[in-house]
């Protein structure tokens, strides 16, 4: 085996990448893999160094220290034609259509797919006439897909692709990408909505200030955190005497101040509540739900997505 062996599963590997600014650090030695064929969800809160770790990935940026991989190799000039981006903002030629548009970025490349399967992939039949100054943000964003799989990529970027569409369009693009994946391609993702990375992604890294906090599946990391149903309270409806009390009880998993409330991960909802009605609490302002990434997100971080 070679200094550059990788497993065949694996397409890019980032070995202790780490990226600083005169003092700064804003990637901090992370490590980690990803998989063919997978979707691999980036998330974390502004400033934790998601876009500096995907720019240096797509080779746009020149790391401080550490390496990137792929197909076993260092990245070099044909990395480019092998990869798909959709950046979070992308000025396009005016006063020309979306099939002018498809066609002049195509002769970019030195090979490319059919434009009848791209069309067909991205729904683009219904908007080739129109002019890019008339898309709307869904029809903008599918046109943008189209673009960055052009090359036919075995891996596409996508860094926030969703940011201000409406809910229908933001799912009519998550199945675009389900295509393209159901195709075998691997897809990096950052996003803000958590309802997207769990729909969307196979394994999800969490970030903040420069370092991987947690990666795995989003279904292993609920599992790994919660234990059962979270009841948030306000937090001046529990003493600190009832507090104490109630992480006493079997029932009780944890006990945490999270902002403005109590939340409470909690084995046995029924004797929770029960608890609470022995106790005399007001029950007001009290909320259930079943964990998701966004409730992990804020105790492994401390912040809203959006904060």
């Known amino acids: 085996m070679g200094p550059y062996f990788i497993a065949m599963s694996e397409i890019m590997q980032v070995q202790n990448l780490t990226?600083?600014?005169?003092?700064?650090?804003?990637?901090?030695?992370i490590n980690f893999d990803l998989e063919a064929g997978q979707c691999f969800g980036l998330l974390g809160p502004n400033g934790a160094?998601?876009?500096?770790?995907?720019?240096?990935?797509?080779?746009?940026?020149?790391?401080?220290?550490?390496?990137?991989?792929?197909?076993?190799?260092?990245?070099?000039?044909?990395?480019?034609?092998?990869?798909?981006?959709?950046?979070?903002?992308?000025a396009l030629p005016e006063f020309i259509t979306v099939k002018e548009t498809l066609q002049l970025f195509a002769s970019f490349y030195s090979r490319t797919r059919p434009?009848?399967?791209?069309?067909?992939?991205?729904?683009?039949?219904?908007?080739?006439?129109?002019?890019?100054?008339?898309?709307?943000?869904?029809?903008?964003?599918?046109?943008?897909?189209?673009?960055?799989?052009?090359p036919h990529p075995e891996l596409i970027f996508l860094d926030e692709p969703t940011?201000?569409?409406?809910?229908?369009?933001?799912r009519n693009f998550w199945e675009l990408v389900r295509r393209i994946q159901g195709e075998g391609t691997t897809i990096v993702l950052t996003t803000h909505y958590m309802d997207e990375a769990q729909s969307l992604c196979d394994r999800i890294a969490i970030m903040d200030k420069g370092k991987?906090?947690?990666?795995?599946?989003p279904a292993r990391l609920l599992n790994q955190h919660f234990q059962g149903a979270l009841i948030r309270m306000p937090l001046k409806a529990l003493?600190?005497?009832?507090?104490?009390?109630?992480?006493?009880?079997?029932?009780?998993?944890?006990v945490n101040p999270i902002q403005d409330w109590w939340e409470i991960d909690t084995l046995s909802l029924d004797?929770?509540?029960?608890?609470?009605?022995?106790?005399?609490?007001?029950?007001?302002?009290?909320?259930?739900?079943?964990?998701n990434l966004e409730d992990l997100f804020i105790k492994l971080t401390g912040n809203r997505l959006r904060g």
């Open 212 to 217: 991987i906090l947690e990666m795995d599946t």
């Open 239 to 254: 003493s600190q005497d009832q507090i104490k009390g109630l992480e006493t009880q079997k029932t009780t998993a944890s």
């Open 115 to 150: 434009m009848d399967e791209i069309i067909e992939l991205c729904s683009l039949s219904d908007i080739l006439i129109k002019d890019n100054q008339k898309l709307s943000g869904g029809q903008r964003q599918r046109m943008l897909l189209g673009l960055a799989i052009l």
């Open 163 to 170: 940011t201000g569409l409406d809910p229908q369009a933001r």
């Open 271 to 291: 004797a929770t509540l029960a608890h609470f009605m022995t106790l005399g609490l007001s029950l007001e302002g009290l909320s259930i739900h079943k964990p």
């Open 49 to 90: 160094g998601k876009t500096t770790t995907i720019e240096m990935m797509e080779g746009i940026l020149t790391p401080t220290s550490g390496q990137i991989l792929f197909k076993g190799k260092p990245l070099d000039r044909t990395f480019k034609e092998k990869v798909g981006i959709q950046f979070q903002s992308t």
């Open 19 to 29: 990226k600083k600014y005169g003092q700064f650090t804003a990637v901090d030695g």
